[in-house]
């Protein structure tokens, strides 16, 4: 028999983080959190989740952050949640 396996994305999240200042651009309130759920899944039918990927963009300079860049704010956004 063979078992189908594998990973596939679930859905995105986005949330806006009006207390984080950019640190590249020192824009404050301009950052948005992005949360993309990563599901493992036998057969196509999700089994379960594995993890969340966490990402942030800031939507005046672009500079994207992934988490080993993260601010201490924008941890704290995460952990609230
Ligand atoms: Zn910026």
């Known amino acids: ?14 949330n806006k983080m009006p207390n984080v200042v950019c640190g590249h651009c020192a824009q ?3 950052v948005t959190l992005y949360s ?7 057969f196509w ?3 379960t989740k594995i993890g969340t990927n966490h990402y942030a ?9 992934y988490k080993n860049d ?5 941890l704290k956004v995460i952990n609230q949640k």
Not at 57 to 65: D, F, L, P, T
């Open 28 to 30: 404050k309130g301009t």
């Open 57 to 65: 963009e800031c939507s005046h300079c672009k500079r994207v952050y």
């Open 70 to 74: 993260f601010s201490a704010d924008m």
């Open 45 to 47: 039918l999700p089994i």
């Open 1 to 14: 028999m063979i078992l189908f396996f594998g990973t596939k994305k679930g859905k995105e999240n986005s």
């Open 36 to 42: 993309q759920e990563t599901l493992a899944h036998v």
